[in-house]
């Protein structure tokens, strides 16, 4: 849904989590008080909840930090900031993934970067939805081109992608975290991210990838609901909601952007051994589904080209290129 100048101004005003009167509000956004009401009808359309009392005022369930593009930038080293053609931060938007492969198909130029405060359909892998609640999490993605080797040249990206998310994670000294092959961030056998790319393009020619990352930060078990899967976010992992959502944003950022920028040169070969020093399923009992087919065994890691590798209980050792993988794993 489409948020409202007066919607927005309501939120920065809220953003500290506290109680403000609704006169208060109502002179900021130069409205009735009755007109306050309606306003907070459309926030819960995106999630966001709150409470009203009598004799104190509004307060939002939680506190928000929102993005801001000026805070961002600066939080990037000027190289990182040479790498992107534009940033953009969208108060709600269908998908940061979707957004960038139509403005890719425009002509769009490399290094268009979208951030966004709520998705209206988040995208997961194998057309899932990704649940995405306003200003409580990180949803953002990248626009890439790479100008030789074609599709090939993008093989293990996502695994590199993981990679970065781990660095960056680490860098704000969260490091109970791990990667699930191919493209997922756990922490304690539950689900804390997911990387999504969407390469289009020539076979030995250009090509454009959009490199998405969810990743949670706080969300509310309201929004979970429709969550088919263990989840966990980075509050239950920290105990507390006091990382910042800019810096983070930042760091993520630059971490991909330095994995992007050399990709088309290193390929995934430079990621290898870090990403084997992530991986959560290493050694675990596991079951592989690939369509209608079930293939259990014991991960064996990742061979050299990223391949997934399970060993069969007859002892032979098979390499997988996709797939849907579950493991019961309690590990990180």
Not at 123 to 133: A, C, F, I, L, N
Not at 134 to 143: A, E, H, K, R
Not at 285 to 293: D, E, K, N, Y
Not at 294 to 317: C, F, M, P
Request: glycine share 10%; charged share 15%.
């Amino acid at each position: 849904m489409h948020l409202s100048d007066k919607q927005k101004k309501i939120l920065i005003l809220l953003s500290d989590g506290q109680f403000h009167s609704g006169t208060e509000l109502a002179e900021a956004l130069g409205v009735s008080r009755s007109a306050i009401c309606k306003q907070f009808k459309g926030l819960s359309e995106l999630g966001l909840q709150h409470s009203a009392i009598s004799g104190k005022g509004y307060r939002l369930e939680y506190a928000l930090e929102l993005l801001d593009l000026k805070t961002i930038t600066q939080a990037l080293s000027q190289d990182h900031q040479r790498l992107i053609s534009l940033l953009e931060i969208h108060d709600s938007i269908n998908s940061t993934n979707s957004y960038l492969v139509d403005q890719a198909q425009q002509q769009a130029a490399s290094g268009f970067v979208c951030f966004a405060e709520h998705q209206s359909a988040g995208k997961g892998r194998r057309g899932r939805s990704w649940v995405s609640p306003y200003g409580s999490n990180l949803y953002m993605s990248i626009l890439w081109r790479f100008q030789q080797g074609g599709i090939a040249a993008t093989a293990g990206l996502s695994l590199a992608t993981g990679v970065a998310v781990i660095r960056a994670l680490k860098q704000h000294h969260i490091h109970d975290v791990g990667l699930k092959w191919p493209n997922d961030i756990y922490s304690q056998g539950k689900k804390l991210g997911g990387i999504l790319i969407e390469v289009s393009g020539e076979s030995d020619g250009p090509c454009s990838a959009v490199i998405g990352v969810g990743l949670n930060l706080f969300l509310p078990a309201s929004e979970a609901l429709t969550i088919n899967q263990a989840w966990t976010d980075l509050t239950n992992i920290t105990g507390t909601v006091s990382k910042s959502r800019n810096q983070l944003a930042a760091t993520l950022l630059s971490h991909i952007l330095d994995i992007v920028n050399g990709f088309e040169t290193t390929g995934i070969q430079a990621y290898l051994d870090e990403w084997r020093s992530y991986d959560c399923l290493q050694g675990q009992a596991a079951t592989l589904f690939i369509g209608q087919q079930q293939i259990d065994g014991i991960v064996e890691g990742i061979d050299d080209n990223g391949l997934l590798l399970i060993k069969r209980a007859e002892g032979t050792i098979q390499a997988f290129a996709s797939g849907e993988i579950s493991f019961s794993g309690i590990g990180v």
